[in-house]
């Protein structure tokens, strides 16, 4: 019987964010994330419509965010080193936390 064969992949110049052996996005990935979201939208209407009325501005104002937030995000995090964004969100993350502690005092 011969040995077994390492299953380990060699990683060395692929990102770590996609799970894509090319280490970029297919052209597909976003068209069809977006679709899966858009295909949420009428559960939510159907579930709670009439809640959703009466904050519809917050809606819109946060559906604008999110686009914009996506384009200048995504050319952010093409700059950043896996390590800065794991560093810059421990730091986010421990901000958060102390934020949460001094206002339950």
């Known amino acids: 019987m011969q040995g077994r064969r390492d299953a380990r992949v060699p990683t060395e110049g692929r990102s770590h964010r996609s799970p894509n052996p090319t ?17 949420r939208i009428p559960v939510y209407v159907a579930v709670q419509g009439r809640d959703l009325i009466s904050i519809w501005y917050l809606i819109v104002v946060g559906g604008v965010g999110v686009v914009i937030g996506t384009l ?31 206002q339950v005092r």
């Open 23 to 39: 280490g970029k996005d297919e052209a597909g990935d976003r068209p069809i994330a977006l679709m899966v979201d858009v295909a």
């Open 72 to 102: 200048f995000g995504t050319r952010i995090l093409e700059r950043l080193s896996q390590e800065t964004f794991a560093k810059t969100v421990g730091i986010i993350l421990i901000g958060i936390g102390v934020l949460v502690l001094v």
